[in-house]
Each structure stands twice: as C-alpha cells, then as structure tokens.
C-alpha cells in the first residue's frame, strides 16, 4: 500500500509559514516593512498578550484596491518584482510576496484598505485559506488585525516565550524601526497603554530622546565614513563612553536603511571603543550602512535578518575607524570641560583626569562630589570617598611574587597603604599587597552568600523612585522575589518607574538603579539557559555585583583601624584568595626574594 500522500496547498504553507514567522516580532517586522514601502508617515501599532492575540498595525500608506486587497494573500504575491533579476537592484523591502501569504496561513487576518480616488475600501477576512472582501468605508490606508497566531499550529504555538518576552523582542523591532526612519510618526500600543509615541524628527538624536531619554539622547555622538573608493558609506550615532548599558540591545545595525544583524559588524563596533569599555558593558550605537546592493547577499535568512557582505573587511574596517574617530574627537573636548569643572570644586591636585579613568566611570556627573561620604559594613567607620579609579589593571607579576597561600592566620603588621589602593601587610615570610577593594569585595560576597544570616536591612523612610525602561518591567516583575531575598524590597509604579521600600544596610549608599540595570542586562544576554539554571546564575551575579558595590574602592583612603578592621574580616573568610570575580585579592613577595635582590642571599 502506498505510504506517500500530497499535502493540500493549506497545510504545506502552514509549514513554510515557519520560516518567516517564528514569533509575532517578525510579524510587526514584515507589516511595518510594508507600511513603509507604502509610503507611510504615520504607522499606529497596537498588541496584546505579547502579540499572541493581536497585532494590528494601522497605516496612512497608498492602501489597496479591491483586487489586490485578495491577492496580496496569495503565495508569491508582489507589487515589487516581477523577476528575480530585478532582485539585486532592490530597494524595497518586500520582495518574495510570502509574508502575508505565511502570516494568513497560521492567523486570522482583517485587512482593511483603500486606495486614494476610491469611492469604496474593502475589508477582507482570511482564515483557512479561505478569503472573503466586500466592500468597507475606510481612511485612505491600510489597518491590518493579526488574531491569535498559531491557532491552528499548536506545535509552533509551544515556542511562543512569555508575553514578557516577546514583547521585549517587538519593541526592539519597533525602536530598530523608528531609528531606521526618524520621519515616520510611530506610536506603540501594548495591552491598551501607550508605551511609545513618537511623532516624526529631523535626525535620529531625537528618536533617541524619544524612544529612551533626553540624557541618553545628550550621550549619543553622530559618526560618518567613507571607504576611499567611495565602495561603502555608513552614517549613525553612538553612544560616548560615559553612557553604556549592561547588554547589547542598544546596538542596531541597518544596511540601506533595513535593519539587519551580523556578529562582525556589533565585534567591529566594540573594537572601535579600544579599551575604553570595561568588561560586561555595552554602549549603545545606530549605524547605518550605505552600499550597492550587489554587494550584499540579504537572501541568505529566511526572514532576511541576517546579512553576508562580499566584503566583509571593507565594511568593519569602516566601522571601526569611524567609532574610534568620534570617540577620540568627543574624549579631547570632553577633557577640556573636565578641567574647568574641577577647577571650580577645588579638586585635590593628584587628581588627574586622564583617559584611562574616564572610561571606568559609567556616568561622570557634571560635577563631582568630592565630600560624598560611602559606608562599609557595620564595623568599619564612613570614609571619605576620593575618586573612582579603575581598578589598578593586573599586577606585573614575577615568579618572585605569588597569591597568598595558606600561611595567613599569623601575625602581621599594617604597614600602610600603597596608592589608596593596596594595604601593605608585614609578616614573618615578607611582605603582602593585599588589594583593598577585592579583598573586601570577598568578605562582603561570602556574607551575603550566608544563607542562614539574615541581611541587615533598612526601611527607606521617603521610598526611592527610580525610572527604568517601560520595555524592561516584565523582567523586574519577574526577579522581585530574588531581590527582595537579598533585601532589596521593591514594587513597580506605573509603567517607567521602580518605587524602593527597604536595601540592605550595605547598600545604603550603593545605586540600586545600577544593580537592576546590570541583571535586566544579564537576563537579557543569558536567555538561552533554563530557568533554574538561570535563577542560580542570577543569585550569585546579584550577590557579587552587591558586594562590589559596597566594598571600598580603589583610591578610598583608609585609616588604620580601617585596614585593621578589613585584614581580620579576610582573614576570617572563606574563599578568602581571590575575589568574586576571580582576580588575587593579595599577593606575597616572599623575604628570600627581597633578600635575594638586596644580595643578602645567593
Ligand atoms: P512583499 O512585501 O514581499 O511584496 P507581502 O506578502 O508582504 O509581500 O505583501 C504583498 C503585497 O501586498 C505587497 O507587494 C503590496 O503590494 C501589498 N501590501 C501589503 N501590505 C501593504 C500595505 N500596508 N499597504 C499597501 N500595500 C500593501
Ligand atoms: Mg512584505
């Protein structure tokens, strides 16, 4: 008996429907791509539950008349090509006639439209593979409703994430939008709130103040290049190095105006900011690329999102050239205003502000507050605070010198402390360097990390608000009980902002902000582990990061019962060699060597 049956045309383009939709991201992607090809210059978009049971998207395009109101559902349907020579040459963005073909098959789709002159709009229903029109009055545009995807693919529907999450993955195809064409009014409608709404700009800064803040919007530099043979142009903004995120969902990439993604070019970015980028942080960057489109391949991905340049060289090369450029032109006229600043708060005269301790700072206030005073843990007194250095890099090391070993429970002498940042220790078998800040970021990593002692917390009398972005909430949400397990009690108020009830005592001073950011960051970039695995991961990055914001720093002073006080917590503390981050937190150089090198012993 034969084994073999045809699929009915139905159920086959239901299974191709899976290359271009995945998620109802690439949905919002291919209906804006269409309101834009229609000349749009205003486009609503409007979703509920992540897009699972809408995604309507409203434009004031060329619209439709009544037969192509049917036909644009039929496979292979364009008004873009008609061959596929013309392919290479292309500038819009459609171009293979699948998108609505795919979309209707696994959705129920109402498309609305009318075309200027009309007398008439038509409003079709599709479903099945079955299509019905008749005639609507309507605006001149198209309104296009997308009902309960994968309905009828229950085995693609179990791929679907939380709303949370896809509605994380459409903002970001909305925002990669927005910047792609600063003049289109674009507004964004989730769950019956508005969350974005951005009437049209002269330049992409203002999409920035728009789509995140004016301060983000006052930290974006514009780049510019030129290949020399004229072969490659690019054009954008990026972020200075005072403003960097904890992911990489700050970074978009167009290639003529599409947005595309392709790890060479986001590696060439961050090459472009040289060392200027400590480790974890991302800035944020449009860039867009300008090149003939025969020399690019954007056919490669189903969902044409990734991109293969014939040169990819050529490209990264620009890139990265452009990027040092600007940051390098923003750093010297950033230097001249940092002088005239300090001048003014009377900073202490050891305080050079070269390039290198620009770059650890995250968000350099205007002014620096040089009386600010920072707490430690119960038993140390407050300190005055001096500035923020990076961290000294990585000791010079020689066989000479070594990590501490098990040798420390002796006794010792403070001998004092060497450039605010290592206390320099006594003892029977030479002399310890113990880092300040890593040692004390241990001993504060392993109380936290003690289960069974409950973190001292403390009431905020006036709670703190704190604004964050709206498209993050779901993720808070979602780690409020873990940070409240770690004392920090919080609630979300209204759409964009945190409201702190209580921190721990260690924390007092530290930027709870800060803290958040960098696990939504985390989240972000780790979402490929399961969630057990990933609460685990998120107990201990919370636990370091808290102990890293509360342990001294390197260029805090000390006074001697300070560092009295830190050496015999350390000396107490598991783990007590490295850091949380794994770096030595002291070092021995061992009297036979300082013996050996005054020539006291051969
Ligand atoms: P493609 O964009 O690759 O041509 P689609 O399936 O996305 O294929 O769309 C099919 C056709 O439907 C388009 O070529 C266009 O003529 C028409 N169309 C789709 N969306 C719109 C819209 N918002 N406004 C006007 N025409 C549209
Ligand atoms: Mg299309």
Redesign the pocket.
């Known amino acids: 008996m034969p084994k073999i049956f045809q699929l009915s045309p139905h159920e086959a383009q239901k299974i191709a429907a899976g290359q271009v939709v995945e998620r109802p991201a690439n949905i919002v992607k291919?209906?804006l791509?269409?309101?834009i090809?229609?000349g749009?210059s205003h486009i609503q978009i409007i979703i509920k539950d992540g897009g699972k049971e809408l995604i309507r998207?409203i434009?004031n395009?060329?619209?439709?008349d009544a037969i192509?109101a049917i036909?644009?559902?039929k496979q292979h349907?364009?008004?873009?090509?008609t061959s596929v020579d013309e392919l290479p040459s292309l500038t819009?963005?459609?171009?293979?006639?699948?998108?609505?073909?795919?979309?209707a098959a696994v959705s129920k789709v109402t498309l609305l439209?009318k075309q200027a002159g009309m007398m008439e709009g038509s409003l079709v229903t599709a479903q099945e593979g079955t299509f019905e029109r008749q005639d609507a009055a309507c605006p001149i545009?198209?309104d296009?409703s997308v009902a309960h995807l994968f309905y009828n693919v229950p085995a693609r529907a179990k791929f679907i994430k939380t709303k949370e999450t896809e509605t994380r993955h459409i903002v970001q195809t909305i925002k990669a939008m927005a910047l792609a064409y600063p003049h289109l009014h674009i507004t964004l409608t989730v769950d019956d709130m508005l969350l974005l709404n951005c009437p049209a700009q002269d330049d992409l800064i203002g999409r920035y103040a728009q789509l995140w803040d004016n301060a983000t919007a006052q930290h974006m530099l514009p780049i510019s290049a030129i290949n020399s043979q004229k072969r490659v142009s690019l054009t954008g903004v990026i972020s200075d190095h005072q403003w960097l995120r904890y992911d990489r969902s700050g970074i978009f990439f167009l290639v003529n105006n599409r947005w595309v993604t392709n790890s060479g070019l986001g590696r060439a970015l961050l090459k472009g900011y040289n060392n200027v980028l400590p480790p974890g942080r991302y800035p944020m960057a449009t860039v867009n690329i300008i090149i003939n489109p025969a020399l690019i391949d954007i056919n490669a991905h189903p969902r044409k999102e990734e991109i293969i340049f014939a040169n990819p060289r050529l490209v990264e090369q620009l890139i990265q050239e452009a990027v040092c450029a600007a940051l390098e032109k923003n750093l010297s006229r950033q230097l001249k205003k940092v002088v005239t600043i300090h001048q003014s708060v009377a900073a202490p005269s050891s305080f050079a502000f070269t390039p290198a301790s620009l770059s650890a700072v995250d968000h350099i206030p205007p002014a620096i507050d040089f009386t600010k005073t920072i707490s430690l843990p119960p038993a140390i007194e407050p300190l005055q605070m001096q500035q923020h250095m990076p961290l000294a890099t990585e000791m010079v090391t020689t066989p000479a010198v070594m990590p501490i070993l098990e040798t420390a429970h002796e006794p010792y002498t403070i001998v004092g402390q060497l450039h605010k940042t290592y206390i320099i220790l006594e003892k029977d078998d030479g002399l310890y360097l113990v880092d300040q800040h890593a040692a004390h970021e241990r001993i504060l990593y392993e109380i936290f990390s003690n289960r069974f002692a409950k973190i001292p917390t403390i009431n905020l009398m006036f709670p703190q608000l704190i604004a964050v972005d709206p498209a993050s909430i779901g993720i808070i949400e979602s780690i409020i009980p873990l940070l409240a397990e770690h004392g920090i009690v919080l609630e979300p108020f209204g759409k964009d902002q945190l409201v702190i009830q209580s921190t721990p005592v260690h924390l007092k001073d530290a930027s709870i902000k800060e803290i958040i950011e960098q696990l939504i960051g985390w989240i972000k970039e780790e979402q490929a582990v399961n969630q057990q695995e990933m609460m685990q991961l998120l107990h201990k990055k919370l636990r370091a990061q808290m102990a890293c914001k509360a342990a001294v720093k390197a260029g805090d002073s000390l006074s001697h019962d300070q560092m009295q006080e830190l050496i015999d917590d350390l000396e107490k503390t598991d783990n007590r060699f490295s850091c949380p981050h794994g770096r030595p937190t002291g070092w021995l150089i061992s009297k036979a060597e300082i013996e050996k090198k005054f020539q006291r012993r051969k």
């Open positions: 291919e209906l791509e269409n309101s090809d229609a749009a998207i434009d395009g060329s619209g439709m192509d036909a644009c559902f349907a364009t008004s873009k090509i819009t963005f459609g171009f293979r006639g699948e998108a609505l073909a795919s979309i439209t545009g198209t296009i």
